[in-house]
């Protein structure tokens, strides 16, 4: 490898973890406005999505840049791929991120309510921006091991929204006026569950980006009683 | 272009079009099986998203491959980024195809019952399918100008969506037992209205893959009374 693509490539995966950086930051900030009931908090996640969607085109122009200058085979080759399906999961992340804020308004705008929050809506958030966390610790150092272990947490997150969908469920057929803010904090719940599955995207690309191991798609959703 | 290169950009073409086929069947599929109520029919659609997923990993593997032997530069390249973004694009489609058929098994299983099926959500249907016909004909085409009006046909979509997510909630609060085939067909309404952003993305491609130009995120959603 020249050093010159050696240097071009140190900078793509710095331009990539800075976007990612702001990812993350999207989703705590997203689930502290859900706990603290902030929502200039949430209002200011909604603002800040238009900064990760021009970092996203801006690592995808980088990484395309890259390949047409220096035209990379093998391990760079994959490298940059994974970077480029990376970058598309964390913009995604930051839109679920900016939909979790929306959801937050929608829950405190009316004063006069006083919607109760499902303690276990925000330990499935801890959990996710936890997987995230190390989803992108195993891109940075390259740990293909914490990558594996990344995929198999993506399990409890499903069941812990599967939880939280029947409640939420039950709860609307007991009380109309739960309707509302039963939907939001649905909405919440899904949210956090796909960007779960945008991070073991993350945590499979890496794999990929290292062994060139193809993981993806294992085994698939049971018919029925999957609330996705 | 050597006619190597051009033979090799043709092929990963013509199965990346083949991979669109199966997903705009199984969009189809699942809902031919919403309105004809049809079980067996939304199984078959949740068994073949498997092969939708092996599509998926042969495409990229190819693009790659075209990747690492040609090392093409300009169009070539512009053209194999576009393929890999729109082949990850047609693998959520499948996957939200699936998800709709597991929505009709949720809806129909239980034969005592009788859910009214809202017309509009079969309008809805029928306006993403014919706009996943009209973003993969621009791709086959290579029509720039089609591409464009596929963008704008989204907002009418997301109209659509809102309409029956603000009906469904209306319904969840006036009957308890309407909340759980509510929840199912806002369920349907939401997956639609995402295959309908993967279809502005695919659009997206096709412009960026023509003309070299981004067109993402054109003015982010509002802050509220936004159901996405």
Known sequence: MTLHLERDLLLLKRRLLEASTLAEQ???????ALANRDNALARSVIAGDAEIDSREIEV?????RVLAIHQ????DLRFIAACLKI????ERIGDLAAKIARRVLDLYSDTTKDPVLPQDLLELADLVINLLRRALDAFARGDVELARKVRMDDDRIDRIHREIFFRMREQMKQCPTLVEPANSMLSVSS??????????NIAEDVIYMIGGEIVRHPGHANERGHVD
């Open 26 to 32: 999207a989703i705590r900030r997203a689930t502290a």
């Open 191 to 200: 949210s956090l569950e796909r960007i779960a599955d945008h991070v073991t």
């Open 72 to 75: 990379p085979v093998a391990t």
């Open 87 to 90: 970058n598309n999961d964390l």
């Open 60 to 64: 995808e122009e980088e990484a395309i």
